[in-house]
Protein backbone atom coordinates (compact mmCIF):
# COMPACT_ATOMS: atom_id res chain seq x y z
CA UNK A 1 0.00 0.00 0.00
CA UNK A 2 2.51 2.57 0.98
CA UNK A 3 4.62 1.88 -2.03
CA UNK A 4 1.79 2.89 -4.67
CA UNK A 5 0.13 5.46 -2.35
CA UNK A 6 0.16 9.33 -4.22
CA UNK A 7 -0.36 10.65 -0.66
CA UNK A 8 2.02 9.03 1.63
CA UNK A 9 1.30 11.59 4.64
CA UNK A 10 -0.84 9.24 6.28
CA UNK A 11 1.76 6.69 6.63
CA UNK A 12 3.99 9.33 8.79
CA UNK A 13 3.99 10.42 11.81
CA UNK A 14 5.97 12.57 14.21
CA UNK A 15 7.61 12.17 17.37
CA UNK A 16 7.71 14.27 20.17
CA UNK A 17 10.86 14.30 22.48
CA UNK A 18 9.02 12.46 25.62
CA UNK A 19 7.42 10.26 22.15
CA UNK A 20 10.58 9.46 21.32
CA UNK A 21 11.97 8.76 24.93
CA UNK A 22 8.98 6.39 25.55
CA UNK A 23 9.77 4.34 22.69
CA UNK A 24 13.06 3.67 23.32
CA UNK A 25 11.62 2.82 26.82
CA UNK A 26 9.69 0.16 25.48
CA UNK A 27 12.25 -1.17 22.76
CA UNK A 28 14.89 -1.72 25.76
CA UNK A 29 12.34 -3.20 28.05
CA UNK A 30 10.92 -5.53 25.23
CA UNK A 31 14.81 -6.85 24.31
CA UNK A 32 15.47 -7.20 28.20
CA UNK A 33 12.35 -9.78 28.24
CA UNK A 34 13.62 -11.37 24.81
CA UNK A 35 17.10 -11.49 26.43
CA UNK A 36 15.71 -13.09 29.75
CA UNK A 37 13.60 -15.55 27.56
CA UNK A 38 16.24 -16.43 25.39
CA UNK A 39 18.96 -17.09 28.16
CA UNK A 40 16.21 -19.44 29.79
CA UNK A 41 15.80 -21.32 26.80
CA UNK A 42 19.84 -21.64 26.41
CA UNK A 43 19.80 -22.96 30.08
CA UNK A 44 17.05 -25.68 29.90
CA UNK A 45 18.81 -27.10 26.49
CA UNK A 46 22.21 -27.35 28.57
CA UNK A 47 19.82 -29.42 30.99
CA UNK A 48 18.05 -31.30 28.33
CA UNK A 49 21.57 -32.12 26.61
CA UNK A 50 23.53 -32.72 30.37
CA UNK A 51 20.17 -35.31 30.99
CA UNK A 52 20.57 -37.36 27.92
CA UNK A 53 24.40 -37.76 28.51
CA UNK A 54 23.93 -39.24 31.74
CA UNK A 55 21.34 -41.15 30.24
CA UNK A 56 23.01 -42.76 27.55
CA UNK A 57 25.94 -43.13 29.88
CA UNK A 58 23.71 -45.17 32.41
CA UNK A 59 22.99 -47.61 30.40
CA UNK A 60 19.59 -45.67 28.78
CA UNK A 61 18.74 -45.99 25.53
CA UNK A 62 17.86 -43.40 23.02
CA UNK A 63 14.66 -43.89 22.94
CA UNK A 64 13.76 -44.74 26.52
CA UNK A 65 14.33 -42.15 29.42
CA UNK A 66 15.22 -41.95 32.79
CA UNK A 67 11.49 -40.77 33.10
CA UNK A 68 9.88 -43.48 31.39
CA UNK A 69 11.61 -45.81 33.90
CA UNK A 70 10.25 -44.11 37.06
CA UNK A 71 6.48 -46.10 37.27
CA UNK A 72 5.88 -44.18 40.25
CA UNK A 73 6.14 -41.02 39.00
CA UNK A 74 4.93 -41.25 35.63
CA UNK A 75 2.33 -42.99 33.69
CA UNK A 76 2.95 -45.60 31.34
CA UNK A 77 2.48 -44.01 27.38
CA UNK A 78 3.04 -47.00 26.28
CA UNK A 79 0.41 -48.16 23.13
CA UNK A 80 -1.95 -51.14 23.50
CA UNK A 81 -4.32 -52.47 21.47
CA UNK A 82 -7.48 -50.32 21.22
CA UNK A 83 -10.33 -50.78 23.90
CA UNK A 84 -7.50 -52.61 26.27
CA UNK A 85 -7.73 -50.82 29.58
CA UNK A 86 -5.08 -50.26 32.01
Not at 35 to 61: K, T
Amino acid sequence: RFKSAKNKIPFTYMLTPPGLEEKARLTVNFLRRKMAEYEEIQRQIAELSQEVQEDRQNGFSQTETRRSRKESEYTDVSFRPKGEIL
